[in-house]
């Protein structure tokens, strides 16, 4: 009998090993890695539209890594599944901490992750971008795409949120876009997957046109692969027209590249996301390609879907209205009127609210440049520690346009970049069935957004 025991165990394991590898497989193929086609995200030849929300429980004054506690994740994952989800965003992950279970878990649900590869401590400094632009903080977010670009669930990579939010500040330009580059050429330099790179802006009149334009202008190495922008102009009671979408909509009509809403939902008055029906129908499907809705977890802000007390999740009015929304709003049929090709943007002039007086770009610290090929090593965490912002080698001058391009693929760097995507990585045989911060201080405006309102 004792044999017999020892038998059975082996069996269990070996039964429950299969399983767990199957179900990585599965989730696997529950979310085909997304692409770029023209002004529009695709899973295949399906247009992917965004139906998301933002998820970083504590929010900006108690900032931890949500999908690195499997409890913590699969918690809120059935939440999400209820909400009809299949995407959210984070803004700050610890790149030290094993992702596998959570983002297998997200897979297997068919939800994506769309990622700010920042955190507050490795950042740009508004106050000093020049210095806080080196070598030290590039690997920090190399890393951070190590550990992430093995899941096929991972939709894209944020380079920054909401850094250019003000006519003062938009000295920051050429740095967030010298990091959307460096992201860019990274991934393909380690010989991974072409996952979009683009950045999360602020929707302020005094310069959101010129930051579209301006991160869709110049040689190819230097444009992002999407934009994405916080809009609260929606507030209900109001309709297209009123909040003024339908004005942007037209602006934007001909831009060549993925557009989406970062965050939304305005809490001024009572919110019935009235907006996620033109969001997801033909009023905006020839440009927008969906968004994000502003918060998952109840804050000091007043923006949340649930409140969390320990273990217990608890649904908030606006979790069952936008649950409502988005169940009777289906996708537009087709392509949704998308563009396959288009005329990339002119660089914009600089005027007293655009403060960039050159199209040229920061050549990446000299340090940095190893990391192309020899990879950028372990992650420093991200969430402590003495951070970025005043270390390391800064850039000592201006790139040649083109020279972001990918020359050379690292031999082996996708299978070798990180340990910890393996679970994600996983590909069975098919008889057997992967915060930008530009702030020396970091304030909930500056990292989540919504609370510039």
């Given at each position: 009998m004792k044999g017999l025991g020892a038998l059975l165990s082996t069996t269990v394991a070996l039964s429950a090993s299969t399983a767990f590898a199957a179900s990585v497989q599965l989730g696997k193929r529950a979310t085909t890695p997304i692409s770029v086609?023209?002004?529009?995200?695709?899973?295949?030849?399906e247009r992917f539209y965004i139906r998301g929300v933002d998820y970083q429980p504590g929010g900006s004054s108690d900032v931890k890594d949500p999908i690195g506690d499997p409890a913590v994740c699969k918690r809120d994952i059935e939440?999400?599944?209820?909400?009809?989800l299949n995407a959210?965003?984070?803004y700050s992950v610890d790149n030290t901490v094993n992702h596998d279970e959570c983002m297998t878990a997200l897979a297997d649900a068919g939800i994506y992750l769309i990622l700010d590869v920042n955190t507050p401590?490795?950042?740009?400094?508004?106050?000093?971008?020049?210095?806080?632009y080196n070598d030290v903080y590039l690997?920090?977010?190399?890393?951070?795409?190590?550990?992430?670009?093995?899941?096929?669930?991972?939709?894209?990579?944020?380079?920054?949120?909401?850094?250019i939010n003000d006519g003062e500040t938009t000295n920051c330009a050429p740095f967030v876009k010298a990091v959307t580059r460096d992201m860019r050429q990274y991934i393909g330099s380690r010989g991974y997957r072409k996952i979009p790179v683009g950045y999360s802006a602020a929707d302020v009149e005094e310069n959101r046109k010129e930051m579209a334009a301006y991160m869709n202008c110049g040689t190819e190495d230097e444009r992002s692969d999407f934009?994405?922008?916080?809009?609260?102009?929606?507030?209900?009671?109001s309709d297209f027209t009123t909040s003024g979408w339908d004005q942007k909509i037209e602006y934007f009509a001909d831009y060549s590249i993925p557009l989406f809403l970062s965050e939304y939902g305005c809490n001024t008055n009572t919110r019935e996301f009235k907006e996620v029906a033109s969001l997801y129908s033909t009023d905006t499907s020839a440009v927008y390609s969906g968004g994000l809705v502003y918060e998952y977890t109840e804050e000091p802000s007043n923006y949340g879907l649930v409140e969390i007390n320990g273990d217990s999740v608890t649904e908030l009015d606006d979790f069952r209205t936008l649950q409502a929304a988005f169940a009777a709003q289906q996708n537009p049929q087709g392509d949704g009127g998308a563009k396959t090709d288009g005329t990339p943007s002119q660089c914009p002039p600089q005027s007293d609210t655009w403060d960039v007086d050159s199209d040229a770009l920061p050549a990446i610290p000299e340090n940095a440049k190893r990391y192309m090929t020899e990879g950028a090593g372990p992650g420093q965490g991200g969430l402590d520690g003495a951070g970025s912002q005043e270390a390391?080698?800064?850039s000592s001058g201006t790139a040649t346009a083109g020279s972001g391009a990918v020359t050379a693929v690292a031999s082996g760097a996708a299978a070798s970049g990180t340990k910890k995507a393996a679970?994600?990585?996983l590909h069975a045989p098919e008889s057997s069935f992967s915060v930008f911060v530009c702030g020396l201080v970091v304030v909930a405006s500056s990292l989540f957004g919504a609370t510039l309102l």
């Open positions: 086609k023209g002004n529009a995200f695709y899973a295949g030849d939440k999400f599944k209820e909400l009809g959210i965003r984070i401590k490795y950042s740009l400094n508004r106050a000093n971008p020049a210095r806080s690997q920090h977010i190399f890393a951070t795409i190590d550990a992430f670009a093995n899941y096929d669930n991972t939709l894209a990579f944020f380079s920054g949120n909401e850094v934009f994405a922008f916080n809009d609260y102009s929606w507030c209900d009671p390391g080698e800064a679970a994600g990585a």
